[in-house]
């Protein structure tokens, strides 16, 4: 399935013969310090610029009616964010993952992002588009 929204992304998670626990990892678009006059210059257009995770939540697909419902709960943390990378893991026909179950994968994907290494992960804009980055 071609994910281009959150709602794919929630329509996909729900139509799996396993249950599915979603990992959420809240990024801001900064600008480095020891960046150079083309780069400022780029960032301020609304391009470029590093991505550092804000902070991160996981979700069974049930526990979210919409994107709106995401993006309300993460404005409670008061971090404004850029983009939202998305993952998820699978559990057995028996057994859901839990939320203990996603703590070290939700680490690696923080840890992943702060190096850029994302290709794994699904990023959404913040009208929960999907973003082709690269």
């Keep these: 399935m071609d994910i281009s929204s959150f709602d794919d992304l929630l329509q996909a998670a729900r139509a799996q013969p396993e249950p599915q626990r979603l990992l959420f990892v809240f990024a801001?678009?900064?600008?480095?310090?020891d960046s150079t006059p083309a780069q400022r210059e780029r960032f301020e257009a609304g391009q470029g610029g590093a991505l550092v995770p804000l902070m991160c939540v996981d979700k069974r697909p049930d526990?979210?009616?919409?994107?709106?419902?995401l993006v309300a709960e993460s404005s409670q943390f008061g971090h404004d964010w850029g983009m939202v990378f998305a993952?998820?893991?699978?559990?057995?026909v028996n057994r859901a993952p839990t939320s203990e179950d996603a703590e070290?994968?939700?680490?690696?994907?923080?840890?992943?992002?702060?190096?850029?290494?994302?290709g794994a992960y699904i990023p959404f804009n913040p009208q929960g588009q999907a973003v082709q980055m690269g």
């Design 63 to 69: 526990e979210l009616a919409s994107f709106g419902a």
């Design 28 to 33: 801001g678009v900064e600008l480095p310090e």
């Design 104 to 118: 070290e994968p939700l680490q690696r994907m923080v840890e992943a992002i702060k190096r850029g290494e994302h």
């Design 87 to 92: 993952a998820a893991m699978s559990g057995t």
